[in-house]
């Protein structure tokens, strides 16, 4: 079994910077993909990026990619997502979640998730 906890929301400007993380126990991150996901009120769960448990493979949905940087350190079970050049369409609850095996962009691919953290982004 695992748990994530995620860290790290908060409000922001337009343009600002945000650095979510997300904390594994109960098992090593070691050999666990790790995804990050967001839901808007009254939209579906949508895959953000995803690490492969080595660390050298990544994801992003196209709507971040080159504004968000996912990384991790399987010493300190821990996965982040940097959040810069922040939009209000960025504004969502995100959720951490981890699976076995290869990277995949869909939520109904990930065994585990944390509660999520809000994110909100003013303009």
């Known amino acids: 079994q695992v748990q994530l906890v995620e860290s790290g929301g908060g409000l922001v400007q337009a343009g600002g910077s945000l650095r979510l993380s997300c904390a594994a126990s109960g098992r090593s991150s070691s050999n666990l993909c790790m995804g990050w996901f967001r839901q808007a009120p009254g939209k579906e769960r949508e895959f953000v990026a995803a690490?492969?448990?080595?660390?050298?493979?990544?994801d992003y949905t196209d709507s971040v990619d080159g504004r968000f940087t996912i990384s991790r350190d399987n010493a300190k079970n821990t996965v982040h997502l940097q959040m810069n050049s922040l939009k209000p369409e960025d504004t969502a609850v995100y959720y951490c979640?981890?699976?076995?095996?290869?990277?995949?962009?869909?939520?109904?691919?990930?065994?585990?998730w944390g509660q999520g953290t809000q994110v909100t982004v003013s303009s």
């Open positions: 979640a981890a699976k076995l095996g290869a990277i995949v962009n869909w939520p109904e691919g990930y065994n585990y």
């Open positions: 690490i492969s448990w080595t660390g050298e493979s990544t």
